[in-house]
């Protein structure tokens, strides 16, 4: 089957799409205004909730324009049937500095460092005081989504221009960009780990927490990559472009990236353990305290044992619809390790589920389906003008 026989096949009809986009963005309405009751009536659970949404949904879109650089960097071919997918998935990045606004008003709820009285009275923070204070704090989130924004409209404006002109220097010229693309995104997600979550135990630190986060994250976005596909496949648009092969091969993505962030996690525990410096293991005897302990063994079977258990034979990652469950899985994984970083903070006796937990999650991540649903349908659902999209096409594993 080659590229130009499915380019009729691969688009969604104008407007088809369009009540469903209609539907997301008014289930993101109701659960805003959810939001909204649920700051008057708990205005620092709030903060803490919308925080911990809003990391999720951005580290998804950040973790999607990691795998496009990937993609263009490794000069991979079968992922080329699943590129736009990522592609859509990232490009909601601009809009989602919005996100970003409510973490800002509540910088004096979540952040100990923004209490000027504090600062004062403790050495440590006095010494990070030219690094964690709230100006600064803001310019770089700044320039992160200004990063972000800068090269994800790069890497999609030109796949998409590609799709019209067939160009292979095009993608020669991707290709290129991914090098220096990567070092931006590595130190982006580095520091956007230290500013909006290490930060909210300023005495803490790590440095290997930037990794922890993109491990994660990777895990996470390969886990909505196969679930995209997976729906496309059942709604009949992609079922003869995204074969089994291709679902396989973001099987093993998630199997391989759930021994990295077990691998990134143990590391991070062991070295703060062995080291034993009072401001390092605090972090961990607080996650070891009251009903924490629970969610801190619950992540490592969780977000470890079992996606290893079940992805690591080739009988699972032949079967589309466990596949399918374990990326639900891993999704439902990333947001409870988010939460074991962010909750502690607020709740320092033990584990406190909450409503506005549950409407924040659900209008974040609403919009964002919303945003990427409506990109996903202005072009066709594949690079039709890329030279590798014969080679994924007929990819085949015998193994």
């Not at 034993?276 to 009251?290: D, Q, S, V």
Request: glycine share 6%.
């Amino acid at each position: 089957m080659s590229s130009m026989d499915i380019t009729d096949r691969i688009r969604v009809p104008a407007g088809a799409w369009g009540g469903k986009i209609s539907r997301l963005f008014m289930v993101a309405v109701v659960a805003l205004v959810l939001c909204a009751v649920g700051f008057v009536v708990d205005r620092e659970q709030f903060y803490f909730s919308w925080l911990t949404a809003m990391v999720f949904g951005v580290s998804i879109s950040v973790a999607s324009l990691f795998f496009v650089m990937l993609h263009h960097l490794t000069r991979a071919s079968w992922s080329t049937v699943i590129r736009r997918i990522a592609e859509a998935l990232m490009s909601p990045l601009p809009l989602l500095v919005l996100f970003f606004l409510p973490v800002i008003l509540g910088n004096h709820d979540l952040y100990h460092w923004t209490h000027h009285d504090a600062v004062e009275h403790d050495a440590i923070l006095k010494h990070k005081a030219p690094y964690l204070n709230v100006t600064f704090w803001v310019i770089r989130a700044a320039v992160y989504f200004l990063i972000w924004t800068l090269m994800t409209r790069y890497f999609y404006s030109n796949s998409v221009k590609q799709d019209q002109s067939a160009d292979p220097n095009t993608t020669v010229t991707m290709q290129r960009r991914s090098a220096p693309g990567m070092i931006l995104f590595a130190l982006t997600i580095t520091f956007m780990g230290f500013d909006w979550l290490m930060s909210l135990d300023p005495h803490w630190f790590s440095t290997i927490f930037g990794v922890y986060i993109f491990a994660g994250s990777a895990l996470a976005c390969f886990g909505t990559l196969t679930l995209a596909a997976l729906a496309l496949r059942r709604g009949g648009y992609l079922e003869t472009v995204i074969r089994d092969d291709h679902i396989r091969d973001l099987g093993r993505l998630m199997f391989a990236f759930s021994v990295f962030w077990a691998y990134i996690a143990f590391s991070q525990f062991f070295l703060i353990w062995y080291g034993n410096i009072p401001e390092e293991t605090l972090y961990y005897i607080h996650r070891f305290e009251g009903s924490w302990k629970y969610l801190t063994f619950g992540l490592a079977i969780g977000h470890f044992i079992v996606p290893f258990m079940i992805l690591m034979s080739q009988w699972s990652k032949r079967r589309p619809a466990l596949i399918g469950f374990m990326a639900v899985w891993v999704l439902v994984m990333h947001y409870l390790d988010l939460y074991w970083m962010v909750m502690p903070t607020h709740h320092k006796e033990g584990i406190h589920f909450s409503w506005i937990d549950l409407v924040c999650l659900v209008a974040v991540c609403t919009i964002l389906v919303a945003l990427f649903v409506r990109k996903l349908s202005q072009n066709p659902l594949v690079p039709v003008g890329d030279p590798r999209l014969p080679e994924s096409l007929r990819l085949h594993n015998d193994y």
